[in-house]
Every structure is written in structure tokens, then in C-alpha cells.
């Protein structure tokens, strides 16, 4: 097992860099050699909003951070081959978390372990956020 933190930056002057938590991202021994976890911007096209299919009301998103998985060869995963997950871990907080999965807002489902929000993914690169609203 392999865990990469990557730290917040709230005071960044660029927004898409400014990460809010610290995010960790758990890679296990099946792919801890095949990805580098590396800190990346905040995309361009970041929706601020969510519509909660569970009430239909609209919710805004902050978003906390992002980063990609890597490959050797320097390649950005899109998702991981069939089978294949890796954890995060992010400071529980108000609201429900979500992700970014290139085309729309999803909310990430896991499981609070004390302080934590701990949740699995087989996708290369998601913002991660929490609605605030």
C-alpha cells in the first residue's frame, strides 16, 4: 500500500489551485507501482452547482481538491483497468461529498471513520468537492 498526501492551499492566489483539505489517496499493492499520484488544477469547466437528485434542490459545490494518477510513461489515466480501485481520504465535513467525472456532478458514496470521510474510485483524475448548500 502506497499513501500520497496532498496538502491544502486555501490562500492560493490562482483558484485553480486553491486547494481547501487535504486530501489522501490510498493506492494498494495491486497498482501502488503502476500510477504516481500527482496534485493537479482545478478544470476550467468546474460546475459551482449541483442539482441533488435525492431532494431536486439545488446545491453549491466547494470544491476541495484535485489531482491524477499517472502513469510511467507520463500518461493521465482516465479510469483505472476493470477491478481495480484506490481509496481516498478527506476530513469529514458538512454536506455531501461529490466528484467531478469529466461530464457531471456525482455524489461519492462512503463511509465517516471518526474525522474522516473514506471513499474508493476507479477514476483518474476527479476534483473532489462538498456542498456547502
Do not use: C
Not at 490562482?14 to 507501482?33: A, S
Not at 471513520?113 to 476534483?127: H, R, V, W, Y
Amino acid at each position: 500500500m502506497k499513501k500520497v498526501k496532498i496538502s491544502a492551499n486555501p490562500n492560493h492566489p490562482d483558484p485553480k489551485k486553491r486547494f481547501t483539505h487535504e486530501i489522501t489517496i490510498v493506492l494498494g499493492d495491486e497498482i501502488k507501482e503502476k500510477y504516481e499520484v500527482v496534485a493537479k488544477d482545478f478544470p476550467a469547466d468546474l460546475p459551482e452547482f449541483w442539482i441533488d437528485p435525492n431532494d431536486d434542490k439545488e446545491k453549491k459545490i466547494a470544491w476541495i481538491a484535485n489531482f491524477g494518477l499517472r502513469t510511467p510513461g507520463g500518461r493521465f489515466a482516465d479510469t483505472l483497468p476493470k477491478g481495480y480501485r484506490y481509496q481516498i481520504e478527506i476530513p469529514h465535513l458538512p454536506g455531501k461529498t461529490v466528484y467531478f467525472d469529466g461530464s457531471r456532478v456525482r455524489e461519492l458514496p462512503g463511509k465517516v471513520d471518526g474525522n474522516k470521510f473514506i471513499a474508493e474510485l476507479d477514476l483518474g483524475d476527479p476534483p473532489i468537492g462538498k456542498t456547502t448548500g
